[in-house]
C-alpha cells in the first residue's frame, strides 16, 4: 500500500511537471519568436537546428543547476547581471536584424550567417529566464531525478516549439506580398524586442 502511494505521488509530481513544461515552452518568449520569424523566412526546415538548440540547451540548463553547479554559479553577485546584460544585447541585435531583414522568402540553402543550433542553445545559457526556470524546476520538482526532468522538458518542449515553427511557415505561405512579409518581419522584431526587454527589466 505504502509503494502503491509512493508510485502515485510521483506520477502525480510528474505530471505537475509535463504541466509546467508545456505552459513554459508554447507561451510566447524571445525564443518561440525567433523560431517562428526564423521559419517564416527561411522555411520550416530550416528552423529545425534552432527547436533542437533551444530545447537542449534550456534542458542542459536543468541538468546543470540540478547537479548543483547551476545553482551555485547563479548565487555568484555579478553573474546574473552579466547574463542579463548579454542576453537582451544579442535579442536586441537579433531584433534589429529581423526588422531590416528584405521583405522576400529565403532558400534555406541561403549562405547568409543567422541563428542556428549552436545560437538557439547559446541563447538558453545567456537568458536569466531559462535559469530561473532550471531552478524553479529543481527546486519543486525535486522528487524526480534530474535527468528525467531534463529529459522530460526536452520532449516536452520540441512540439512545444515546432508548433512555432509551423506557425511560422503557414504565415509565410498566406502572406504571399512583399509588402504583407516586411510586415510580418518588422511585427516579429517589435515583439521580439519588447518580450526581451520586460524580462529583463522585471
Request: glycine share 8%; aromatic share 8%; proline share 5%.
Given at each position: 500500500?505504502r509503494?502503491?502511494?509512493?508510485?502515485?505521488?510521483?506520477?502525480?509530481?510528474?505530471l505537475s511537471f509535463?504541466l509546467?513544461?508545456?505552459?513554459?515552452?508554447?507561451t510566447p518568449?524571445?525564443?518561440?519568436?525567433l523560431?517562428?520569424?526564423?521559419?517564416?523566412?527561411?522555411?520550416l526546415k530550416?528552423?529545425?537546428p534552432?527547436?533542437?538548440?533551444?530545447c537542449?540547451g534550456?534542458?542542459g540548463?536543468?541538468l546543470?543547476?540540478?547537479?548543483?553547479?547551476?545553482?551555485?554559479l547563479?548565487q555568484?553577485?555579478?553573474?546574473q547581471p552579466?547574463?542579463?546584460a548579454?542576453?537582451?544585447?544579442?535579442?536586441t541585435?537579433l531584433?534589429?536584424?529581423?526588422?531590416?531583414?528584405?521583405?522576400?522568402?529565403m532558400?534555406?540553402d541561403?549562405?547568409?550567417?543567422r541563428?542556428?543550433?549552436?545560437?538557439?542553445?547559446?541563447l538558453?545559457?545567456?537568458?536569466?529566464?531559462?535559469?530561473?526556470?532550471?531552478?524553479?524546476?529543481v527546486?519543486?520538482?525535486?522528487?524526480?531525478?534530474?535527468?528525467h526532468?531534463a529529459?522530460?522538458f526536452?520532449?516536452?518542449?520540441?512540439?512545444?516549439?515546432?508548433?512555432w515553427?509551423?506557425?511560422?511557415?503557414?504565415?509565410a505561405?498566406l502572406?504571399?506580398?512583399a509588402?504583407?512579409?516586411?510586415?510580418?518581419?518588422?511585427?516579429?522584431?517589435?515583439?521580439?524586442?519588447?518580450?526581451a526587454?520586460a524580462a529583463?527589466?522585471?
Amino acid at each position: 500500500m505504502r509503494e502503491h502511494d509512493g508510485l502515485s505521488f510521483r506520477s502525480s509530481v510528474m505530471l505537475s511537471f509535463l504541466l509546467f513544461a508545456f505552459v513554459a515552452s508554447i507561451t510566447p518568449g524571445p525564443t518561440n519568436l525567433l523560431v517562428l520569424s526564423n521559419s517564416a523566412r527561411y522555411g520550416l526546415k530550416a528552423s529545425l537546428p534552432i527547436i533542437l538548440g533551444a530545447c537542449m540547451g534550456a534542458a542542459g540548463l536543468v541538468l546543470l543547476v540540478g547537479t548543483g553547479v547551476g545553482r551555485s554559479l547563479m548565487q555568484v553577485p555579478a553573474v546574473q547581471p552579466v547574463m542579463a546584460a548579454i542576453g537582451v544585447g544579442w535579442l536586441t541585435w537579433l531584433a534589429w536584424k529581423i526588422f531590416n531583414s528584405p521583405a522576400d522568402p529565403m532558400s534555406p540553402d541561403d549562405s547568409r550567417p543567422r541563428l542556428g543550433f549552436v545560437g538557439a542553445a547559446g541563447l538558453q545559457v545567456v537568458n536569466p529566464k531559462t535559469w530561473m526556470m532550471a531552478l524553479a524546476v529543481v527546486s519543486v520538482f525535486s522528487q524526480g531525478t534530474v535527468a528525467h526532468l531534463a529529459l522530460a522538458f526536452f520532449l516536452v518542449s520540441l512540439p512545444c516549439l515546432a508548433c512555432w515553427a509551423l506557425l511560422g511557415a503557414g504565415s509565410a505561405r498566406l502572406l504571399k506580398s512583399a509588402r504583407a512579409l516586411q510586415w510580418l518581419n518588422r511585427s516579429m522584431a517589435v515583439l521580439l524586442l519588447v518580450s526581451a526587454w520586460a524580462a529583463y527589466l522585471n
